[in-house]
Structure formats: structure tokens, C-alpha cells
């Protein structure tokens, strides 16, 4: 048999005979390794230790410290689950069962929902399977034969996939826990080479899913886990998922009275009044950033005849996820799912010349996707939502700066915020429309703008959209959790397709580019990332009520709603807590809805015209005139500070220990 050369990582070389599985090469260098070994990266792809060697190659070893280890892992750790689901739950059908950023999942049809008790017996399961060291094996079966094994099998959905994804292969590859009884399932793999390697797992959730994530197709279950290489890792991971419940903005966002929903509007919340104040704190600040940037804002209407639609391409390709209605007189209509169409309108309403661009317009109207109830959650998938939106008209010459200028006002709006974020740059798909030159004219605007404003980016090379380069931004929260907040995406199409123009300095007409832009996002998503991220104690720029006047008793009373209109007075956002309650009972209560500053009133502070101030985070403040308090807050609300706020000063009111 002949031999093949193995290059590795190191430089160093050795020769091996054909048709030797890499896993061989881990084993050749150490023990230690071939122990450790998940996978290995042949000439840059990831394949089963199994692999075999058949010419000269690049070979590196995957351990539990390579990059490709953690979604390998979790990957294998989802065929471990299907194989304890179909053991528990015979004729349970699955689908699709891939690692996400956070874990994985597996969905599956079953004759009824999985209950908590179920995961506990699935994770049984799994850990019986896990220990008993049991294989994974990749076979080539004939792609006919593959189908017929799993029509036969009753599981349609893996017929499907095989159809979707292997058409013109003549073999396809399974993947078997220890034997076809114990495990099958349709994969491309690679997987860890046996089970005994899933040591530090947990299945965390069930929620309804559809078959492809669409509502049409079949309801299906789907189980969410997660997977670590070290028990160390997964106790740490488990810790912040507690931390992140007790953030859950679902929950706060009903114990702060922010928001509440009811199931005759799902996925549209009810703002309730403080949810309603944060909610324009929001959108004021950023008509504050904005307008000086140059932006104007418009509001444009909620429903539009389908003709509009059909100009902009959403009518056949993005139908089923608006609302659609009739007119009285039989006019088909469409409730807007996104503003870009309604500004195109705006722009071509007049005759526009190059000295008016570029044209920045801002609209925060409410906007409705037709999502499907079982997806519903929260704030963070909703029917109804308002963005931050704006879009850029600009000339093609002027991409640059104007995108410089973007990145400079995401860059101040997640300083005040506290949030730290990183930028990635999309590029050119293989499917793209328009010249390949404009392309590269763009991405390279965007990289230099991108250098100018010192914003460091990676790249996401040809995940662009088909119209378009963009730059997307990911906030990390407190938790360390990203979320996909700013986008900023260059657009040929749209222009064109309403025939946009404008007179340029040369007389010609000269079609517009247009940058879609927001900087939160959708108001509803940024204000539960908000919620989560300071656990709901807003910093006071943000705070509902930033101060609350605690009378002592009901002789205090008059006093304290003195107190109170004269911080309303100059601006703040006060609350006055009359009730015949006790002062340490209104305190907790005070301290629970995590209100900034509490101000309690007694015979001391009536007689001396002060206030005593507690702050929510650092208690006792000591006695202050009315005006040192207002002055003080109003420097902390300028500064847009996240952290304590007022320091200690005075004395301390004896009434309040
Ligand atoms: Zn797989
Ligand atoms: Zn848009």
C-alpha cells in the first residue's frame, strides 16, 4: 500500500499508509492526545476522527481547546438526545438537531408536548447511553436505500432532508449510536468519536416549533440543551442562566409595571405607564441625537395598497409575514412590515437635486410582522414593534463619509448606554444583484470608513444581502450575551426599483443609494435587552420614576407634596408614596420596584426644608436641601451614568434605621 505524507501543525511531517483513519495520527503522537482528540481539520475541513487518509495533507487535531470543539460537542450531544428520545418515546419523529451559540436542540414530532419530568427522564437516559461509551459511526449508504430505510421507518421528515440536501449524490452519510437499534439519523456530521466524551450536559427547555419554522408545516417539540467540555464550565454557564431569570425582562417587565400583554393582542404589548415613559425617553433621546445629525423625521402611513408592495418585491417574497386586509371597495392592502417602501415614496414625492443630499429620514411608526403565535415571546418577538429606523439617501461618492458619520453615533449611543459592542462587515453573496464593480466600490467605502473611525470589525465574508454590503452590530449585556442590535445596509435595488432620482451637479439624472440604518433596533427588543442588562435598575437618565417622597407619618404629608411638585417642578420624574403605611414597608416596597432615590420626610426634614436621601444601591445619603438634591440628580442625569450616582453627605435621619 502506498504511502501519504501528514503535515502538521508544527511544520513536522510523517508518512503514513493509505487509508489510515487520522485518528491514527492523534494516537501516533500521544496518548494524552488520542484521549483528548473530538475530531480532526484535514486540509481546512472538519471530519470525523474516522476520516481516512487518502492522499497528502494538512492535518490538525480537534481536543476540547480547538475553536471547532465546543459546536462539535453540543452537535453530538443533540444526536445523544434523539437517540433518548426515540428510546423513551417510540415513534417519536426527528427533525433537524443542530449546536446553537448557547447549546443545541433537537425538535421532534410526538403525540403530545414534553413535559419537565420528561427531560429529567430523557437526561436519564442520555446518561446511561453516554456511559456506556458507545460509538459513532459514519456509513455511505446508497441515497435510494437511505430513503427507502427511513420511509420504512415512518420518519418522512429525514426523506425530506435527504431529498433537500443530497440531490445528485449517489451515497449519503448516516451516522449510527453504536448500531441502527440504538441510533440513526441522516447527518453530514462529524461527531465526536463515542459517547463516553459527552460527560458535562443538560437539558434546560421545551417550546412548540414548526417543521422548518413555518406555522404551516407540522408542529413539532423542541427540547433545548447545552453542552460543555468540563462540569466547571457547564456549573458556571448553568449559574448565569439562574442570574439571567431573575433578569428575565418578561418577569420584571411585570413586577416594574412596564408592559403586560393580553392573549386578544399577542405579540403586542401594552405599555403601561412607566413602560410608556421609557419607552419616550427612548425615542426622544434619539430624535436628541439625531436632529443634530442632520436627520428629519417623518411618519408615514401604516397601510398601503399592495401595489406598493409589489414595487419593493415584499409582495411575493415577503407576503405571508405581513398582515394583509381588503378596503371596503375591494382594495387589497397591506399593513407595513418595514418603512424603507414608504420612504422611497417620500423621496420621489418632489423632483430632488444633489444638494439635498445626503437625505436622512427618520420615522419611528409602529410596524406588524405576521409572526406565528407559538413564536411569540416577550418583547423580543412580537407583532407589533417600532424601530429607530431611518434611510440615508445618498450619492454613490458620499457612502463613506456618511457611514463614518453612522458609525460615530452608534458608537456615542452605546457609550451612554454602558453597552460594549463589536461590528462585523458582510460582504458580496454569490447571489448578488447589480455590477460587481459597485459592489467593491461599496465594501471598500465601508472598510475605509469603518478604519477612519477607528471601529474594529471582523468580517463576514459573502453574508451579505443580495442587494447590498452591511455592517451589523452585536451588544454583549452584563450576562455576556450578544444581542444583534445596529445594522447598517446599503441598498441598489430599492432606488431602482421606485425609479428614484435626483439631479446631480453635471444636470443628468443619477439614482440614489440608500443606507437602511438603526442604531436600537426595534424599540421593543433594545428595551428588553435594557431591562436585562441592568437587572431593572435603569441608571436615572433611564429610570421610570427617579425619585419616590416617603412621608413618615400622615402629619408629614402636606410637606412631602411640597417636596414632591418641586422636583416635578423642575423636571424630575417624582412619585409620592402617601399610603398609611409604615416607612420601612414603604422603603422595601420602594426599593423593590428599584426606584433611584428614595426621599423620606419627617418633622426634621419639614422643619429644616431638606430631604433625607436613600440611594437604591448604597442606602443611607444623609439629610439635603431640596435644591443640593435636584442640582445633584440633574449632573447625575447629564452624565448618563450607569453606576451609584449621589455620594454620602450630612447627616443621617435616626427616624429611618
Ligand atoms: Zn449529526
Ligand atoms: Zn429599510
Redesign the pocket.
Known amino acids: 500500500m502506498s504511502d501519504v505524507k501528514v503535515t502538521l501543525p508544527d511544520g513536522s511531517s510523517r508518512a503514513v499508509s493509505a487509508g489510515t483513519p487520522v485518528g491514527d495520527i492523534a494516537a501516533a503522537i500521544s496518548p494524552g492526545l488520542a484521549k483528548a482528540a473530538y475530531a480532526a481539520v484535514v486540509d481546512g475541513a472538519l471530519v470525523d476522527l474516522s476520516y481516512p487518509l487518502q492522499k497528502d495533507s494538512a492535518v490538525r487535531i480537534v481536543t476540547d481547546k480547538s475553536p471547532e470543539a465546543l459546536p462539535l460537542l453540543r452537535h453530538s450531544t443533540a444526536h445523544l438526545m434523539a437517540a433518548a428520545v426515540t428510546h423513551l418515546f417510540p415513534g417519536a419523529q426527528c427533525g433537524i438537531g443542530p449546536a446553537t451559540d448557547e447549546g443545541f436542540f433537537y425538535d421532534f414530532i410526538v403525540d403530545r408536548p414534553f413535559v419537565p419530568e420528561d427531560l429529567e427522564t430523557i437526561e436519564t437516559k442520555m446518561r446511561e447511553l453516554a456511559q456506556q461509551d458507545l460509538p459513532y459511526q459514519r456509513q455511505m449508504w446508497p441515497r435510494e436505500e437511505a430513503k427507502a430505510f427511513f420511509t420504512s421507518r415512518g420518519e418522512p421528515l429525514k426523506v425530506q432532508l435527504i431529498d433537500e440536501k443530497t440531490a445528485g449524490q449517489k451515497e449519503v452519510s448516516c451516522y449510527t449510536i453504536k448500531d441502527r437499534d440504538t441510533f440513526v439519523d441522516f447527518c453530514v456530521g462529524p461527531h465526536v468519536p463515542s459517547t463516553n466524551k459527552l460527560k458535562a450536559f443538560k437539558l434546560l427547555s421545551t417550546s412548540n416549533a414548526y417543521w422548518k419554522g413555518d406555522a404551516r408545516n407540522a408542529p413539532m417539540q423542541r427540547i433545548y440543551g447545552t453542552a460543555f467540555p468540563s462540569d466547571k464550565d457547564l456549573k458556571a454557564y448553568l449559574a448565569q442562566i439562574e442570574e439571567a431569570k431573575k433578569r428575565d425582562h418578561r418577569k420584571l417587565g411585570r413586577e416594574l409595571e412596564l408592559f403586560t400583554f393580553h392573549q386578544w393582542a399577542p405579540g403586542a404589548a401594552f405599555w403601561l405607564s412607566k413602560g410608556t415613559t421609557l419607552y419616550n425617553i427612548l425615542a426622544n433621546y434619539m430624535r436628541e441625537v439625531l436632529f443634530p445629525a442632520g436627520y428629519v423625521e417623518v411618519k408615514t402611513p401604516l397601510l398601503f395598497n399592495k401595489e406598493l408592495w409589489e414595487t419593493s418585491g415584499h409582495w411575493s417574497h415577503y407576503q405571508q409575514n405581513m398582515f394583509t386586509v381588503e378596503s371596503s371597495d375591494g382594495e387589497q392592502m397591506a399593513i407595513k412590515a ?3 417602501p414608504g420612504h422611497m415614496l417620500v423621496f420621489g414625492s418632489q423632483g430632488r437635486s444633489y444638494r439635498e443630499l445626503p437625505l436622512r429620514l427618520h420615522e419611528q411608526t409602529p410596524l406588524h410582522r405576521n409572526e406565528a403565535s407559538g413564536v411569540l415571546s416577550g418583547l423580543t418577538r412580537v407583532r407589533q414593534f417600532s424601530q429607530d ?1 431611518a ?1 440615508c439617501f445618498v450619492m454613490q461618492e458620499q457612502i463613506g463619509e456618511e457611514v463614518e458619520r453612522l458609525l460615530g453615533l452608534v458608537q456615542r449611543v452605546y457609550a451612554d448606554f454602558g453597552l460594549p459592542y463589536a461590528a462585523k462587515l458582510s460582504t458580496r453573496p454569490e447571489q448578488f444583484l447589480g455590477e460587481k464593480a459597485t459592489w467593491d466600490s461599496a465594501e471598500a467605502q465601508l472598510k475605509g470608513a469603518l478604519e477612519r473611525a477607528g471601529q474594529a470589525y471582523t468580517i463576514n465574508e459573502g453574508d451579505g444581502a443580495f442587494y447590498g454590503p452591511k455592517i451589523d452590530f452585536d451588544v454583549t449585556d452584563a450576562l455576556g450575551r450578544k444581542w444583534q442590535c445596529a445594522t447598517i445596509q446599503l441598498d441598489y435595488q430599492m432606488p431602482a426599483r421606485f425609479k428614484l432620482t435626483y439631479v446631480g451637479a453635471d444636470n443628468a439624472e443619477h439614482q440614489p443609494v440608500v443606507i ?1 440604518r438603526a442604531i436600537f433596533g426595534s424599540f421593543e427588543r433594545f428595551i428588553a435587552i435594557l431591562i436585562e442588562h441592568f437587572a431593572g435598575a435603569f441608571p436615572l437618565w433611564l429610570a421610570p420614576v427617579q425619585a419616590i417622597v416617603l412621608p413618615i407619618s400622615d402629619r408629614h404629608r402636606d410637606y412631602a407634596t411640597r417636596v414632591r411638585d418641586a422636583l416635578a417642578a423642575a423636571g424630575l420624574r417624582v412619585e409620592l408614596d402617601d399610603r398609611q403605611e409604615k416607612i420601612g414597608y414603604k422603603i422595601r416596597e420602594a426599593q423593590l420596584q428599584k426606584v433611584p432615590y428614595m426621599l423620606v420626610t419627617g418633622d426634621r426634614e419639614a422643619a429644616e426644608g431638606t430631604v433625607s436621601v436613600r440611594g437604591r444601591s448604597v442606602g443611607d445619603l444623609g439629610a439635603q436641601s431640596i435644591d443640593a438634591f435636584v442640582a445633584a440628580a440633574k449632573d447625575e442625569i447629564g452624565r448618563k451614568e450607569a453606576g451609584f450616582g449621589l455620594k454620602a453627605q450630612g447627616s443621617s435621619h435616626e427616624e429611618v434605621a
Do not use: R
Request: aromatic share 0%.
Open positions: 418595514m418603512n424603507c429606523d434611510h437602511h
